[in-house]
Nanobody
Framework: QVHLVESGGGLVQAGGSLRLSCASS????????MAWFRQAPGKEREFVAL???????YYADSVKGRFTISRDNDRSTVFLQMNSLKPEDTAVYYC??????????????WGQGTQVTVSS
């Protein structure tokens, strides 16, 4: 059983920054694609960012240029640096792992989520 544990969420003013972390218990972490999804109240979960085992990255258009996904395989951790935050970024952010792409149905492992709230 692989566990993913997110941290780093919180309350921030518009224009501010947060850095999310997701620590994995997987022994083959470096072979996995790791992604961030988010779900705002009353909305469906949506793709935010993806980093493959090759370190290739992909972003949703809504966060491109503001968010950066990275990974540290030695620490089995993936990060999401979020800059220039907007109120519409408010959501619960989830870390996901294994062999998926931008579709959340493709992932086997999920964290419990961390709340990000951006005030205007």
């Amino acid at each position: 059983q692989v566990h993913l544990v997110e941290s780093g969420g919180g309350l921030v003013q518009a224009g501010g920054s947060l850095r999310l972390s997701c620590a994995s218990s997987a022994q083959t972490f470096d072979a996995y694609s790791m992604a961030w999804f988010r779900q705002a109240p009353g909305k469906e979960r949506e793709f935010v960012a993806l980093i493959r085992w090759s370190h290739a990255t992909y972003y949703a258009d809504s966060v491109k240029g503001r968010f950066t996904i990275s990974r540290d395989n030695d620490r089995s951790t993936v990060f999401l640096q979020m800059n220039s935050l907007k109120p519409e970024d408010t959501a619960v952010y989830y870390c996901a792992g294994r062999y998926g792409g931008t579709d959340d149905m493709q992932y086997d492992y999920w964290g419990q989520g961390t709340q990000v709230t951006v005030s205007s």
